[in-house]
């Protein structure tokens, strides 16, 4: 009883200390925009869970799976393939998936209108967020129809969705590969500028997983206080109107080990400089 005691008072200490839970979430749209939108999921934990939360992000995609390698987060939300990562890398544990699945966009401008993606030949294709799931089925999918990247084609990486539409309007590239959050999160001056020319593919939606750190019964408490937020709360009706998501629910069997093909181009993207 006593070893027992010992090991069990250091979790109950972090537990009752009032030391926020934060979240972290992946900046895949403006952080400006991103904190806006997880607002009623933190009001509502803060409420439900009784204890402080606090929402988090990162400068970068680079910058925030660094953070969650260093186990800087006790919540995460992120992408597919980068989840997969930190399950294998840092035993992060999966808890839920959102809902729909990501479609992966193509997209130009009016003012430059193209008819098939093979007119990228000899051009610059924009990327929104270059380490994503959807970028790298897209290069995926552009090696199947014959175009290879900087051989057929040359890229443009932007920061954020806030500067891809822009790219394409000011005709820097002809085209742009984005998720249909990015698309949304495209100031609406801008998206009336451009047309969507396919969507080439649908990826798994973001996870969200417990960091390793994070008890198991507050890990637990994590879960099921984001199943009750999805599923009619005024504060998920308020999340879904605002993000696009439309749910959260238990991981799909075998999700994870679906990412295991993008293990190797998600690491060497993930160790490149930004």
């Keep these: 009883m006593a070893m027992f005691s010992a090991c069990a008072m250091p979790r109950l200490a972090w537990s009752q200390s009032g030391q926020p839970l934060e979240i972290g979430v992946l900046p895949n749209i403006s952080a400006r925009v991103l904190m806006g939108q997880y607002l009623p999921m933190r009001d509502y934990l803060t409420r439900e869970m009784q204890r402080p939360v606090q929402v988090s992000t990162a400068p970068s995609w680079n910058a925030f799976h660094q953070r969650t390698l260093a186990l800087d987060y006790d919540v995460i939300?992120?992408?597919?393939?980068?989840?997969?990562?930190?399950?294998?890398?840092?035993?992060?544990?999966?808890?839920?998936?959102?809902?729909?699945?990501?479609?992966?966009?193509?997209?130009?401008?009016?003012?430059?209108?193209?008819?098939?993606?093979s007119e990228l030949r000899g051009r610059a294709l924009a990327l929104s967020n270059p380490q994503s799931l959807?970028?790298?089925?897209?290069?995926?999918?552009?090696?199947?129809?014959?175009?290879q990247r900087d051989i057929d084609f040359s890229t443009v990486n932007t920061p954020t969705d806030?500067?891809?539409?822009?790219?394409?309007?000011?005709?820097?590239?002809?085209?742009?590969?984005?998720?249909?959050?990015?698309?949304r999160a495209i100031p609406e001056a801008v998206m009336a500028r451009l047309q969507v020319l396919t969507t080439f593919a649908e990826v798994p939606g973001f996870v969200v997983l417990a960091s390793p750190r994070l008890p198991a019964a507050e890990a637990r408490?994590?879960?099921?206080?984001?199943?009750?937020?999805?599923?009619?709360?005024?504060?998920?009706?308020?999340?879904?109107?605002?993000?696009?998501?439309t749910g959260m629910r238990e991981l799909p069997p075998g999700l994870m080990e679906s990412m295991d093909a993008y293990l190797g181009a998600t690491r060497k993207v993930m160790a490149a400089p930004g």
Aim: aromatic share 8%; hydrophobic share 50%; proline share 3%.
């Design 162 to 183: 806030d500067s891809v539409g822009n790219v394409v309007v000011r005709g820097d590239a002809i085209a742009a590969i984005l998720s249909g959050g990015e698309y």
């Design 77 to 117: 939300v992120t992408a597919a393939n980068l989840a997969r990562v930190a399950q294998l890398d840092r035993g992060y544990v999966p808890l839920l998936s959102y809902a729909p699945a990501i479609r992966g966009l193509v997209i130009f401008s009016s003012a430059r209108p193209i008819k098939s993606i």
């Design 221 to 245: 408490a994590v879960k099921e206080h984001l199943l009750t937020f999805s599923a009619g709360s005024a504060e998920g009706k308020a999340f879904f109107a605002a993000s696009g998501f």
């Design 134 to 147: 959807v970028t790298l089925r897209g290069m995926q999918w552009l090696a199947e129809n014959g175009l």
